[in-house]
């Protein structure tokens, strides 16, 4: 059938089954733009920047699993998506871009709006496609789908000219295995070495003081079950990085919760003593490691991770295996059973767990109460509470999110969305809002900082348009925190450019926009207005939280120090020697 | 606790890290001949903060399919990173680091050299004989020379006819293929 690029277009992308483009149209995309209007099969939210539909399709992709997808005009179109590609590249997020470019027969003409967005985008995509024949259009388009949400996911971007789209064509859709077949390049390992997993198996029984260290990767291959039975089989702690929230319940008995910078003290104290660290869908981040040759000095280390360039990339790890982490963890656990399950040093073992038990209860993860102004962590808190532990989060970047990670108790992987590799402030609302949309029968929480908020928070009105109920609480100090925590740390209180007390009646500002605003300066004000928020299911609902201004995220490992550097919960630097070593 | 407390605090251990030495490492790149497939690669290594000090491509006898040899100064390990990050574009097929592995190289050079004396004239062929290389353009005051071999016999050429005077260079950078010796194991590496 004869029909336009344009058509093509939308062709592919309800092949692929999806079901949101998040989006913002232009001159260069408008032949798909009307492809669109008159095929009427997918829905499209309309962002008011681009940045906003790249996070959107982000929150989409990490929240249901799905391959997210974001489309924009070329030029300045273009350029506002790469923040998103960014993070998506670093956070390994499945999201298809599509962009408008100017005709071919203008490229590299500096035509209006013309740039060159395959270059600028190379180094930050897993791949990205400029289309110069109609023919190759399907393909390269199924290709881009691929490619996004195969081996270790990550973003693509497909760049039209306008030419392309409104060009006639028969060209058929080529079917899945035509792709990969067309890839001769690109066959990502799932399955793992069987004779690593041996070894793994046999390290795993022989260890005194194990620890399981879980990330993205687990998130990704959704392996929390595994996880499960590999940590009671074998009676191994899990700690779990920013990413790897939710891979691993951490309500559970052997849960160590955060490990690294904002770890808490009991996870790195496990990872400092233990003789075996097992990386499981990680990738040993300097956020993570602090000081490398501190890290987990005394342990062996396997490292399962289904991107082989991430192995030894930033620790010579002892057994590493190239796999998916589902399919590796599910051999692991018959290999171990095979062998007969047995811990081959019980007594050990289980002075390993007491010994956690007791660290645990030495410096649990706290702080200060109040019953005058309103503490942070207090408020996640009761926002986990008031969720019962069941709602979506989305964060922006700062000092909230640390806060959010800590204090909200996470049981299910795609439960915790943040951006934890680029660090984007203002990922929050749009996030918040591409997750509420994929997975609407979920309560969505964004817990944002009053900075991060307001770079994406012309997605408010986006959010009272299409009607999505996300609930917003902005954890509010007038201040840029976290740098404000660095500055009263390690720049003897020279607060450079970080008071944000001048700023918008966050309330009244919802309420121009047709959504619903609440304000909390008090403690017992807290619980009150989230129960109110609960109860608005038509409407995006903002929560302005005026917190205590100067609460620090702690404890907390200064970047590059080792975890002996700890600064602890109560402000005390350096940890115990008698506490932290297991002396005798 | 005050007990415990007067126990010294153990040296803290230290984990060994990787450190590798810094050398020339030759990496032979199979690609698809895909539009943009070179910035690709000249992007990935300049983002580790190297230099390329050779590149060739040309294609192979598969049509569609190139041939890349990349001479390139650094740290083994983060060289080794590279060849990783290689083999994960989309559109390599095969990569490998050959500075270890037995191989054939050669480099090619054309050479314009000053040659306006009688006396030069006889200097220049006579060296261009003994390193086996062909006069492919003479004018009345310039011998153009082709020379291939190692990259050592061309700098050696280079350096005896330096003193005539070099008017123009052109070398063609590395290409090599790895030997095949009858105990050679095939790379199992997964591209």
Redesign the interface.
């Known amino acids: 059938m004869t029909r336009k690029g344009a058509d093509i277009v939308i062709e592919v992308l309800k092949e692929e089954g999806v079901e949101y483009i998040f989006g913002h149209p232009g001159g260069a995309i408008m032949e798909v733009y009307d492809a669109l209007y008159r095929d009427g099969g997918i829905k499209h939210i309309l962002t008011r920047h681009e940045q906003g539909a790249g996070h959107m399709a982000e929150g989409y992709a990490k929240a249901t699993g799905k391959v997210g997808v974001a489309m924009s005009t070329s030029g300045p179109g273009a350029t506002n998506l790469v923040t998103a590609i960014a993070d998506a590249y670093m956070d390994s997020v499945p999201v298809v871009f599509i962009t408008g470019q100017v005709p071919t027969h203008l490229i590299g003409n500096d035509a209006f709006q013309e740039v060159d967005i395959?270059?600028i985008t190379?180094?930050i995509t897993?791949?990205n496609f400029?289309v110069?024949r109609i023919e190759d259009l399907p393909l390269i388009l199924r290709q881009a789908f691929y490619?996004a949400r195969t081996g270790r996911p990550g973003p693509v971007l497909v760049d039209i000219p306008k030419d392309i789209t409104q060009k006639l064509s028969d060209v058929k859709i080529p079917s899945l295995d035509e792709v990969k077949n067309s890839?001769?390049?690109?066959?990502p390992?799932t399955e793992g070495n069987p004779q690593q997993i041996k070894k793994a198996a046999k390290l795993i029984m022989s260890a005194k003081r194990p620890v399981l260290y879980v990330g993205g990767g687990a998130v990704h291959s959704e392996a929390q079950k595994e996880l499960v039975e590999l940590a009671e089989l074998m009676k191994i702690p899990v700690t779990t990085t920013n990413m790897g929230k939710g891979a691993f319940p951490e309500l559970h008995p052997l849960a160590l919760h955060m490990l690294g910078m904002h770890g808490t003290y009991y996870a790195n104290m496990a990872v400092y003593n233990c003789d075996l660290l097992i990386a499981v869908g990680a990738r040993f981040d300097d956020r993570v490691t602090g000081k490398?040759?501190?890290?987990?000095?005394?342990a062996s280390i396997i490292h399962i991770d289904i991107?082989?360039?991430s192995i030894?990339?930033n620790?010579?790890v002892d057994v590493p295996i190239?796999g998916d982490v589902k399919v590796v963890l599910r051999k692991l656990i018959e290999e171990i059973k095979k062998e007969g399950a047995k811990i081959l040093f019980p007594e050990e073992r289980q002075k390993w767990i007491e010994q956690i038990e007791k660290w645990k209860k030495l410096h649990p993860l706290t702080y200060r109460k109040s019953d005058k102004v309103i503490k942070p962590q207090y408020v996640i808190e009761e926002i986990w509470k008031a969720t019962k532990g069941d709602a979506i989060i989305a964060t922006g970047v700062g000092q909230h999110q640390m806060w959010a990670a800590m204090f909200y108790k996470y049981s299910f992987p795609r439960q915790f969305i943040n951006s934890g590799g680029l660090g984007t402030m203002g990922f929050g609302l749009p996030a918040g809002i591409g997750a509420k949309l994929g997975r609407p029968e979920k309560e969505v929480f964004v817990i944002d900082g009053d900075g991060s908020f307001m770079m994406t928070m012309q997605e408010l009105i986006t959010a009272v348009q299409y009607k999505v109920p996300v609930k917003i609480a902005i954890i509010n100090n007038g201040y840029l925190g976290m740098v404000r925590q660095w500055q009263e740390l390690f720049y003897e209180k020279r607060y450079s450019e970080v008071d944000l007390s001048v700023q918008p009646d966050f309330v009244k500002l919802a309420e121009a926009c047709g959504a619903v605003g609440f304000r909390a300066e008090k403690p017992k004000e807290v619980r009150e207005i989230i129960e109110e928020a609960l109860k608005i299911q038509d409407k995006p609902v903002l929560l302005d939280f005026h917190v205590d201004r100067e609460e620090n995220v702690l404890p907390m490992v200064p970047a590059g120090k080792?975890y002996?550097d700890m600064i602890l919960e109560d402000g005390k630097k350096g940890v115990?020697?008698?506490t932290?070593?297991l002396?005798g | 606790?005050s007990e415990?407390?007067s126990?010294?605090?153990?040296t803290?251990?230290?984990?060994?890290?990787?450190k590798g030495s810094v050398r020339k490492h030759i990496i032979t790149v199979l690609?698809?001949n895909e539009?943009?497939v070179l910035?690709?690669i000249a992007?990935?290594i300049a983002?580790k903060g190297y230099n390329i000090e050779g590149l060739s491509v040309g294609e192979t006898h598969e049509k569609g399919i190139s041939r890349m040899t990349i001479e390139v100064i650094g740290d083994d390990v983060v060289i080794?990173?590279v060849v990783?990050?290689l083999?994960?574009?989309?559109?390599?097929?095969k990569v490998r680091d050959l500075t270890d592995t037995p191989h054939v190289e050669r480099e090619l050079a054309l050479i314009k050299i000053h040659t306006s004396t009688p006396r030069a004239r006889d200097e220049v062929l006579r060296i261009t004989e003994i390193f086996r290389g062909r006069i492919v353009d003479v004018s009345q005051s310039t011998y153009t020379v082709e020379i291939t071999g190692t990259e050592d016999k061309i700098n050696a050429f280079v350096e005896l006819v330096k003193p005539f005077g070099i008017m123009e260079m052109a070398r063609t950078g590395k290409v090599a293929l790895k030997r095949e010796m009858a105990n050679t194991e095939e790379d199992t590496s997964?591209?």
Do not use: C
């Not at chain 2, 803290?12 to 990787?18: D, G, L, S, V, W």
């Open positions: 395959v270059g190379r180094p897993k791949h400029l110069k490619i890839l001769p390049g690109y066959k390992h490398i040759e501190e890290f987990a000095p005394q991107d082989p360039a030894s990339k620790i010579v190239v080792s002996r115990d020697a008698d932290m070593y002396v | 606790m415990l407390n126990i010294e605090a153990p803290p251990m230290i984990r060994e890290t990787k690609v698809r539009l943009g910035a690709r992007t990935l983002g080794d990173q990783k990050q083999r994960k574009l989309i559109d390599t097929l997964w591209k």
